[in-house]
């Protein structure tokens, strides 16, 4: 047998297997529901003249005056100013945004102090202009990722009885969302259920 020829013999009995793995695999996805428990919200304020309305411009606050008036409105409602801390503004901000804005970052564990926070809607030159919720790390991990392992397999089931198989052994499991459970959302989203994900191949028999 020529080189070519067992190159040609080798291809065709890769693809032969391919094909044999093919049907006999059935891959589907397996879903868990697990409650999140949050770790902390955090909120943006952005402070900016800019962003000051009025008929006479004459009478805009300064950066500082705004600020001011700011941690006056906070010291209303019962915010210490020390709870409000510096935070990085975006790279799109134009060179006077830069000069006359500041973004101050707001951390609290209460749902009740973020509702207080964002209740205050948009003060002139002052608005909540964003924020997230951080989740704590999932404590049952391997309960949850079991559930969803199950959710496959009866789904894999339904589609092997239309095919007049069985499901046999997992060939292959991508975990879909361990790098996700604990990424934050926005915080004005408030999803306390989280959806856990498997993808799940299986032999039949």
């Excluded at 951390?107 to 509702?115: C, M, Q």
Aim: charged letters at 25%; glycine letters at 4%.
């Amino acid at each position: 047998m020529t080189m070519k020829q067992l190159c040609m013999f080798t291809c065709a009995m890769m693809l032969s297997a391919t094909l044999f793995a093919q049907e006999t695999v059935i891959e589907v996805q397996g879903t868990a529901e697990y409650q999140r428990e949050v770790e902390r919200y955090q909120a943006e304020i952005t402070v900016s003249p800019l962003n000051y309305y009025s008929y006479d411009q004459q009478d805009k606050p300064s950066l500082d005056e705004l600020t001011e008036q700011f941690f006056e409105r906070m010291k209303e409602i019962g915010f210490d100013r020390s709870r409000f801390k510096p935070a990085a503004k975006p790279k799109y901000y134009s060179s006077a945004q830069e000069e006359e804005s500041i973004i101050l970052q707001f951390d609290t564990s209460s749902e009740a102090e973020l509702s207080k926070l964002v209740s205050i809607k948009r003060l002139n030159g002052i608005y909540v202009s964003g924020g997230q919720t951080y989740y704590k790390p999932l404590t049952n991990p391997e309960k949850i990722i079991a559930a969803a392992l199950k959710d496959a397999r009866e789904n894999a089931a339904a589609i092997a009885k239309v095919l007049g198989k069985d499901v046999g052994d997992v060939v292959l499991v991508t975990d879909q969302s361990r790098l996700y459970a604990g990424q934050p959302d926005a915080f004005y989203a408030g999803e306390e259920t989280g959806k856990y994900y498997l993808l799940v191949k299986f032999a039949t028999k």
